[in-house]
């Protein structure tokens, strides 16, 4: 059974840090790469960052380049998402997404940060 766990969310203040993790199982992790999204209210689901499967490569939306990191430990079957200087606009659900090909696409349940004073 396919799992992705979402943990490390939760309220932080403006220009504050917070590390997300997306603790997976039920599949060969290293095969697949791995993103970070998120979805305010009323708005779409977007890309915040993905890393790739092989060499680890990175790409990040432009409103996030610099502030955030994701990272990934194959051995842990663990997806990180380091984010720093948060601000309201980062106020998301933010969702863990594995992929590998069209076919095998899976999601988290989302955990949730909110930036506010």
């Known amino acids: 059974q396919v799992q992705l766990v979402e943990s490390g969310g939760g309220l932080v203040q403006p220009g504050g840090s917070l590390r997300l993790s997306c603790a997976a199982s039920g599949f060969t992790f290293s095969n697949y790469a791995m993103s970070w999204y998120r979805q305010a209210p009323g708005k779409q689901r977007e890309l915040v960052a993905r890393i790739s499967s092989l060499r680890s490569s990175t790409n990040y939306a432009n409103s996030v380049k610099g502030r955030f990191t994701i990272s990934r430990d194959n051995a842990k079957n663990t997806v990180y998402l380091q984010m720093n200087s948060l601000n309201a606009e980062d106020t998301a659900v933010y969702y863990c997404?594995?992929?590998?090909?069209?076919?095998?696409?899976?999601w988290g349940q989302g955990t949730q940060v909110t930036v506010s004073s």
């Open positions: 997404n594995a992929q590998a090909g069209i076919t095998r696409d899976y």
